[in-house]
């Protein structure tokens, strides 16, 4: 299938410097990753933890969990690559931001759409100009598709939600993303709570910590990836089978 195309582009990617076996539109500026940054390179890191920094401290937000942080693209690509999911389904970022993981999952895989969910209002209005430029591109995106060999691509839809993650639904996911470095216990038992309600087969990525009781869950794979803050431990897990679950219960 084509969007397999996307995985083993990305693939290369991870390459500092281009080698004679890449072709020279994968290694010219129009590669994923640079239409990637072109398209969010007035969204700077700095930026947005300022914009989360003076936001928490008008609302009296003391909440470590609402620290800001970024998965640097090449990152989630290799969480890509570990993956390889289905073509389809539907993709979350849980803590959004300004948007930067959910562009960069509509780059990397044909979901059918892309959403994120972020509880400040100055990020999310980041995340929905951010949404707009990118729509505008569309052509430009599909023409870089080509470069790489994927003639069917469609761009996934892309919806930015503002509110708490907790008290949204958000079973409709099959591939999910969370930055719960930061997240205290309890988040992270409710977080665990609601994602039992995610259809078996679906993935969540989380980073440093993992979701709880993992018997609902098989851990994949455990990968040390860079992000804004430093090197991190991404953890990739997949809801189990129902008939496989109720066999470990019965052990």
């Known amino acids: ?38 398209f969010t390179k007035e969204y700077s890191l700095q930026r947005a933890r300022t914009l989360s920094r ?7 937000l003391t909440s470590n969990s609402l620290s800001y942080g970024e998965i640097e693209f090449t990152s989630l690509s290799m969480v890509f690559q570990q993956v390889q999911p289905n073509k389809g389904g539907v993709f979350y970022d849980l803590g959004s931001g300004i948007g930067k993981s959910v562009i960069a999952a509509s780059l990397m895989h044909q979901f059918d759409i892309c959403k994120g ?48 993650f907790r008290e949204l639904d958000w079973s409709d996911g099959t591939f999910l993303f969370a930055s719960t470095t930061c997240f205290d216990p309890d988040l992270m038992k409710q977080l665990s709570k609601k994602a039992a309600d995610l259809k078996e ?14 018997i609902g869950w098989d ?30 219960i019965q052990l």
Not at 141 to 163: A, N, S, T
Not at 202 to 213: A, D, G, N, R
Not at 230 to 237: E, F, R, S, V, Y
Request: charged share 25%.
């Open 201 to 214: 087969g679906s993935y969540f990525i989380t980073v440093t910590k993992t979701l709880e009781p993992q």
């Open 117 to 164: 969910i972020e509880y400040l209002h100055s990020l999310h209005e980041q995340a929905c100009k951010l949404k707009q430029e990118v729509e505008k591109q569309k052509s430009l995106i599909e023409q870089e598709m080509e470069q790489i060999g994927v003639y069917d691509y469609q761009q996934p839809k892309i919806e930015f939600i503002q509110g708490d």
């Open 1 to 38: 299938m084509d969007h397999a195309r996307i995985l083993n582009f990305l693939n290369s990617l991870q390459n500092q410097d281009c080698t004679q076996q890449m072709d020279n539109s994968q290694c010219s500026k129009e590669s994923l990753r640079s239409l990637y940054e072109k």
């Open 219 to 248: 851990l994949i794979k455990s990968i040390k990836v860079q992000l804004s803050w430093g090197l991190a431990t991404i953890h990739i897990q997949q809801k189990k089978m129902i008939q496989v679950q109720q066999q470990q």
């Open 54 to 60: 003076e936001e928490r401290l008008a609302n009296h």
